[in-house]
């Protein structure tokens, strides 16, 4: 199990790179960089939603603890915002020019999503953790 917590960390840490990569192009005003790091971006967040979705948590719905199965529950219910908002910002700026990209609109949305993609990640890692305590 401990090396399944360390993978997900492992991505995590990925996830929280990739999206201070885009920041640090935002801040660089770099419109060409912001689009390259951005793609990045919404790939890692995809892959990760999948596994997540398709894997992760309709597993722990069937660990053998209790409250495993029922934070895994709670947790998908919570969380179930997340793919869709990540959905839209990705088909509202996944093609937007370099203009766009540095605009104010952009880097708001983007802090939102980062922000609430950290929430998740927390919760994620409080959840493994607590796996790790049962197993």
């Known amino acids: 199990m401990s090396d399944g917590i360390s993978e997900l960390r492992s991505r995590h840490a990925a996830l929280q790179g990739r999206a201070a990569a885009v ?4 801040d660089a005003r770099d419109g060409e960089r ?3 790091d951005l793609q990045l971006f919404l790939a890692d967040v995809a892959a990760h ?3 997540d979705v398709a894997v992760g948590y309709r597993l722990l719905r069937h660990h053998p603890s209790e409250s495993v199965r029922r934070i895994a529950e709670r947790l998908m219910l919570e969380q179930s915002y997340f793919a869709p908002a990540f959905d839209e910002f990705a088909a509202r700026w996944r093609d937007a020019d370099a203009e766009r990209l540095t605009s104010t609109g952009f880097r708001d949305e ?3 999503l980062v ?6 990640i927390r919760v994620e890692d409080r959840l493994m953790a607590m796996i ?3 197993a």
Do not use: D, G, Q, Y
């Not at 920041?23 to 935002?26: E, I, N, V």
């Open 23 to 26: 920041f640090r192009a935002l």
């Open 34 to 36: 912001i689009a390259k």
């Open 49 to 51: 939603l999948r596994r």
């Open 110 to 112: 983007l802090e939102t």
């Open 115 to 120: 922000s609430n993609l950290l929430k998740r």
């Open 132 to 134: 790790s305590n049962v």
